[in-house]
């Protein structure tokens, strides 16, 4: 009984929410709110668990596929939310390498749907092509048949001209492969190679030069610029294409991003495994959605998830998480940003021994500063 | 009669052309077309660029009070759910207090049916404020351990502090569980990746490779990224040195080679922070670990502790005892 009420509630919100004055309405708060919330801090990267999805179907007693075809229109209105209010990067999990133990009929049913689904985002004139949003496949390819890696590829050709946005899928993925894969092209670009010529060397040491210098430029402070990771990657390509060209070891990533022979190990950091994983040129992630309560990363983003990433565990289906569940989540998101740039500043007024009596901004940013004269 | 006759096929010809080319087509059809348009194309920016400052201004204005509102709407709500929380937990804490009597924490923990082998907890040394009280949560939440049966607890702690005070650590501790146990405590040893374990005699009566009731373990930053950093440049030389390719670079390799290195994956993480942030936690161990953390809590307390296990074991917290 209770299934069959949550169905017939389902049906009849949808009829409600389909009528015209409020499609309307509604379509018109959304727009306010978004340009609203332009005005704030935005998360330049926010990544999504698309969990619930079987469970959501399990209680409204449809099918299984149906409930993954529903979590893809919760993930089209979610991402035009997120590319209207101008984030840059959103990775979404859509099929964990662990994946491939359900039942044959159930992962079928998802390649088809991911076969049409890419296809249909990526068509001219859709949801990707309309925010300027290229889309990307994370994950091990070899795993895939044919005619799915067909439809990547198309979807992935379609869209590359877009250069606004990017749409990370993540499609047989699992953080753990992501890492050891880098860690594999690391070594791979380790191992000597016997035919060096001698000036073949002196310009590897020149390019070698320049993106070091381009490291070292990377943003640390996360605050700064996250969208020069991308104009510095295309740098080391552009800046000194000739020498590259010449490099005798190199490694061309998906992204475009060429990688050097490894001469000295100690120049291995953090960075170096970074620019190896497929999310090497997008900002540093600011958000991690996981819906259907489950507190768990679940060999998702392990790497990325590192300082200053925001975990969300929210208790409600994939398939119903919308607008009213994600606008809370940014607005508290932005809150927490402000305070923080705020104490930067602070900070940076300290070290440099101008006044120290800052009066505290009266208003909206308080939240936490009363939390902690609460607890002492 | 002549000139009638010629008219038609010039017609003809002219409107064939127009039909066929489509350009002429185009130019055909503008004769017939509002002149307006190609005013409005031209017009159009000039008279755009005198009215946009001021929509656009007004526009603008209008999100940022939007903005505010719903940020004040926002932290309004996190007030008075902050206010719950701490009413809650207060309550939780008054509730459910250990005494610090081991009994208390197995009739706790008795109705849950399975408890994390692995536990592991995030400590921030700025938000705790000094190294004593650091040690302090330590010595208290093994205590909880060892009375609840988990034999594996690892305090991640950021800076590390804590990994330069392993024997005070191993002295207070068992202090605590001497107050809590009596003259039969649990043996324990407090031990940190590449740094010698501290037992104390601890370990003496137990028969060789017997482990101890518990085993705390510290970690730090660098036992995160840095340990799989390093892992590769080890693997790097081997490679430079050919003994390695890029195939042998297996994920069960580079499992092994961190779980030697640092810690095993846990089974359960709590956080005493009020929102999950993991600081530079091991990255490769977390994969599949259960994260805790009650919202707006900032403390570390046994309830946390208490309504971790529980949530853990997918179990109802009853209210009262």
Known sequence: ??????????????????????????????????????????????????????????????????????????????????????????????????????????????????????????????????????????????????????????????????????????????????????????????????????????????????????????????????????????????????????????????????????????????????????????????????????????????????????????????????VWHFLPILLGWGLKRKRFLREMKLDDEQKHNRGSTWAKELGFGEVNGSQNKKTV | MSTRRQVPPAIATTRKQEFEDPKARAAYVKKFLPKQEQETDTDEPSTRSRSRPIRTFIRIAFYKFLLWILFSITSLYLRIRYVKNFILNRWFSILYYHHKTPELIQKDVKQLDRLPQHLSIILEFEKEGGVETLIDHVAEISCWCASAGIPTLSVYEQTGALKKYISTSHRITSQRLHSYFGKNRPTLRVLAPHLPSYANGDTEGLPDGESPDLEVIFISEEDGRESIVDLTKTLCEMASRGKMTKEDVTMELVDAELESLTIPEPDLLILFSPSVKLLGYPPWQIRLTEIFHLPDNDAVGYQVFLRALYNYAKCEMRFGR
Not at chain 1, 36 to 64: W, Y
Not at chain 1, 142 to 168: C, F, G, P, W, Y
Not at chain 1, 291 to 312: A, I, K, N, P, Y
Request: proline fraction near 4%; aromatic fraction near 6%; hydrophobic fraction near 40%.
């Open chain 1, 1 to 322: 009984m209770p299934s069959s009420g949550l169905r017939n509630s389902l049906r009849t919100r949808r009829w409600f929410s389909s009528l015209p004055p409020i499609e309307w309405l509604s379509l018109r708060i959304q727009e306010a709110l978004i340009g609203a919330l332009r005005q704030g801090p935005i998360p330049q990267h926010v990544a999504f668990v698309m969990d619930g999805n079987r469970r959501f179907a399990r209680q409204s007693h449809i099918e299984t596929t149906e409930g993954h075809n529903l979590g893809f229109e919760a993930l089209a209105k979610i991402l035009e939310i997120c590319y209207k209010a101008g984030v840059k990067v959103v990775t979404v999990y859509a099929f964990s390498i662990e994946n491939f133990k359900r039942s044959k009929y159930e992962v079928d049913a998802l390649m088809d749907i991911a076969k049409i689904k890419l296809s249909q985002l990526s068509q001219h004139g859709d949801l990707l092509d309309r925010y300027g949003a290229k889309i990307r496949i994370l994950g091990h390819r070899s795993l895939v048949n044919q005619e799915v890696l067909e439809a990547i590829d198309r979807a992935m050709e379609l869209t590359k001209h877009n250069n606004k946005a990017i749409l990370n899928v993540c499609f047989p993925y699992t953080s753990r492969d992501e890492i050891t894969s880098a860690i594999q092209s690391i070594v791979a670009l380790a191992i000597p190679t016997k035919m060096k010529g001698r000036q073949l060397e002196t310009l590897t040491e020149e390019a070698a030069e320049a993106i070091d210098c381009a490291h070292e430029g990377f943003p640390q402070s996360r605050s700064e610029s996250p969208s020069s990771n991308t104009t510095m990657a295309s740098t080391i390509v552009s800046g000194s294409p000739a020498a590259l060209a010449l490099l005798p070891r190199e490694h061309v990533d998906f992204t475009g991003v060429r990688h050097k022979e490894i001469v000295d190990l100690e120049s291995i950091s953090e960075q170096t495994v970074t620019d190896h994983l497929f999310t090497a040129d997008n900002p540093p992630l600011d958000l991690l959605i996981r819906t259907s309560g489950v507190e768990r990363l679940s060999d998702f983003m392990l790497w990325q998830v590192h300082q200053d990433t925001d975990v969300e565990f929210i208790d409600c289906m994939w398939p119903e998480f919308d």
